[in-house]
């Protein structure tokens, strides 16, 4: 009965590798979201999708792709890792634009060595 | 960018003891949110604000929407050991895709 699941939990990957997070909601939401949580906790958004539309695509290197199938998906795809993209990734989402009433998914914690 | 700044940044407390933590930012925000979050888990909404002035209760917790529209309190009465964790307070600006702007977060550690 997990609201708002991610896979995987951990990635260790190398420098340079291409990685895709699979975020997954059993809600009935129409707006998901991807977040980026760096060492020092700080939570910034990098893109949200209402209805598979790209609603917010906060200045995010274009390395990084997210792709939604369909309203209860939603996919990151992160080509070519640096370091700096080491952090805990974050998935949500709600129902509507209101930004309200965002359900969290448990993380996924990248490092790139 | 919009940046929200919270106090205390981490607090050491008694169990029983009641705590208090703000956010402040430099711009003004339509709804405030609080999240906290547990270690190795997602953020979890405690309270929403969406008027200025208002203030709300959640059980133990209860929260204020500054008259400003620039800041919010946090008040946790009588604290237990489950309340430890670092809480967040998010501005919600209409329009712009009525993204989420997260503050700096405040650890709270109960001592027993």
């Known amino acids: 009965d997990t609201a708002v699941s991610q896979t995987p939990k951990y990635l260790v990957t190398q420098m340079g590798n291409d990685k895709s997070i699979k975020c997954e909601q059993n809600?009935?939401?129409?707006?998901m979201y991807w977040y980026k949580q760096d060492s020092k906790k700080f939570l910034k958004i990098m893109f949200s999708?209402?209805?598979?539309?790209?609603?917010i695509n906060e200045t995010v290197p274009n390395r990084f792709s997210p792709k939604s199938p369909d309203k209860a998906h939603l996919n990151l795809h992160i080509n070519s890792l640096e370091l700096g993209d080491s952090a805990v990734y974050f998935c949500?989402?709600?129902?509507?634009?209101?930004?309200?009433?965002?359900?969290f998914g448990p993380g996924t914690r990248l490092t790139v060595l | 960018g919009q940046q929200l700044n919270q106090s205390p940044q981490s607090m050491f407390i008694q169990e029983g003891e009641d705590v208090s933590m703000n956010c402040t930012s430099s711009?003004?925000?339509?709804?405030w949110l609080w999240y906290k979050q547990d270690p190795g888990e997602g953020p979890v909404l405690l309270i929403a604000?969406?008027?200025?002035?208002e203030l709300t209760s959640n059980g133990r917790l209860t929260a204020q929407f500054g008259i400003t529209r620039k800041d919010s309190f946090l008040n946790i009465s009588a604290s237990i050991p489950s309340d430890v964790g670092i809480y967040f307070c998010?501005?919600?600006?209409?329009?712009?895709?009525?993204?989420?702007?997260f503050g700096t977060g405040t650890q709270l550690k109960v001592e027993l």
């Open positions: 604000l969406y008027k200025a002035g």
């Open positions: 998010a501005g919600i600006l209409t329009g712009g895709g009525n993204k989420l702007t």
């Open positions: 999708y209402n209805n598979k539309e790209l609603i």
């Open positions: 711009s003004i925000f339509n709804t």
């Open positions: 809600l009935g939401h129409d707006t």
């Open positions: 949500a989402s709600s129902q509507g634009l209101a930004g309200v009433g965002q359900f």
